[in-house]
């Protein structure tokens, strides 16, 4: 083959491969359009007039971290998701209207509605909006986001700054995000298609366009897209629109546990085999936990066979439990396996815990003691106090060397002694023994 005939070939093969990848890139782009197209007349802008800072909300939300958006007059978004008769419904983020005064929603075509608050889900961070129209308006497709797998296509419909009609386009960049430092139990789908402010509420689209998130919040220094946009997955949803559409209050399963995620430090002091599970930090007297024989220190590995990695997965497996329900429960305790039935409660607001379970036993979290303390010196470390027969008396930093005379050297000695049932214990006087400042002192409490 002479060097020509071998470069025509070469020329022709790459002419060959241009065309297909422009085809490739055109057929993608045809999908954008089409999703762009049928999506964009079921999103809508909320307008949200208010005379209240987030931080003086009184609807007994905390005030939002700066990585998770308040969305102020003029930004937020919201879709479209249900209609009755001239009844239309829009499915928001409940930060963006909780603290509104009144709120309308402006549709593509810049027609405004005057909207009621329908329903809130603050747990999950949604809200449901009412309008009335008699034109009829698109809703919205909804898709399954169990479906949705890392490294999909998605479009985010939205009204970031107030820019109506915005769409944005990245993939799946991961799934089963924790949201629990802002306040919100869903698992999140992590995406890096631009999302600002006043994305919040709105569409995250796949490339059929089915609406399978809400975007909800941005991991951001500055405030502003950095690529990592979070998005509470529709199948999340669902179950609150359905039960707000009814009219009917957001209820949530209840075990009366503190809970937190097992680290590896905590692993070790327990010694566990792997990091993995929710340590029990604390349990309500007279809750679902207590009946059922939980106590502090154990580390809940699974319910129902599903297992439980971390805090976030108790939480949000425990809050979509229909109450009344009898669950198992597989727990290490001191190191051995166990299993009990817990029958799940409705899990009242924070007013009603506080004032209904007289607290939580034991009502101090501990950590084991933190690299570099003495190795001869035993005992576990107090990060926080929330009993109250123990304020003022135990502070964080304290180290506790012993309960009622047992000593204790780890977390596992220290929950071994606290662990009574946490209505007997409410009854009982308790000695603690503390090092504190080189110090020791010893603590009695009269409960």
């Not at 097992?262 to 207590?290: E, H, M, T």
């Amino acid at each position: 083959m002479t060097v020509a005939r071998h470069m025509s070939i070469v020329v022709a093969i790459a002419l060959l491969v241009s065309g297909c990848a422009t085809d490739v890139a055109r057929s993608l782009q045809d999908s954008f359009n089409a999703v762009a197209e049928s999506v964009i007349p079921s999103v809508v802008r909320v307008d949200v007039r208010t005379h209240t800072r987030p931080e003086e909300r009184t609807d007994g939300a905390p005030a939002e971290p700066d990585r998770f958006f308040w969305e102020g007059e003029g930004l937020g978004s919201g879709v479209i998701v249900h209609r009755d008769r001239s009844f239309y419904f829009v499915l928001t983020n409940d930060h963006v209207v909780a603290a509104a005064d009144s709120i309308s929603v402006v549709l593509h075509d810049d027609t405004a509605f005057e909207a009621e608050l329908y329903g809130r889900d603050p747990r999950r961070d949604l809200a449901l909006l009412r309008f009335t129209s008699n034109r009829a308006i698109p809703v919205a497709k909804i898709g399954d986001s169990d479906g949705v797998r890392v490294g999909d296509w998605v479009v985010a419909v939205g009204s970031p700054f107030g820019y109506q009609n915005t769409v944005t386009v990245g993939i799946v960049s991961a799934l089963g995000r924790s949201g629990a430092q802002i306040g919100n139990i869903s698992d999140f789908i992590q995406t890096d298609a631009a999302i600002n402010q006043g994305n919040s509420g709105g569409a995250l689209v796949n490339l059929d366009g089915k609406v399978v998130g809400i975007n909800t919040w941005i991991s951001s220094r500055s405030g502003f897209s950095a690529g990592i946009g979070f998005a509470i997955p529709m199948n999340n949803a669902v179950r609150s629109v359905d039960t707000m559409i009814r009219g009917e209050p957001i209820e949530y399963g209840w075990l009366g546990v503190s809970i937190r995620s097992v680290d590896q430090p905590v692993a070790s002091a327990l010694r566990l085999p792997v990091p993995r599970g929710a340590l029990i930090q604390g349990v309500f007297p007279n809750s679902p936990a207590a009946d059922a024989g939980l106590r502090a220190g154990d580390v809940v590995t699974s319910i129902n066979g599903v297992p439980i990695r971390s805090s976030d997965d108790l939480i949000r497996y425990v809050g979509d439990i229909v109450a009344g329900s009898r669950v198992g429960m597989a727990l290490i305790r001191h190191g051995s396996s166990m299993l009990l039935t817990v029958d799940v409660a409705v899990r009242p607001v924070d007013a009603q815990i506080r004032s209904s379970s007289g607290g939580v036993w034991p009502g101090i979290t501990v950590a084991p003691q933190p690299p570099g303390a003495d190795p001869g010196e035993t005992g576990v470390l107090v990060e926080t106090v929330d009993a109250p027969a123990l304020a003022g008396l135990v502070v964080r930093g304290d180290v506790i060397t012993s309960v009622n005379g047992d000593a204790v050297s780890d977390l596992i000695d220290f929950y071994a002694a606290v662990a009574s049932d946490p209505s007997d214990a409410a009854a009982r006087d308790w000695e603690f023994t503390i090092r504190r400042s080189g110090n020791e002192i010893t603590i009695t409490t009269e409960r």
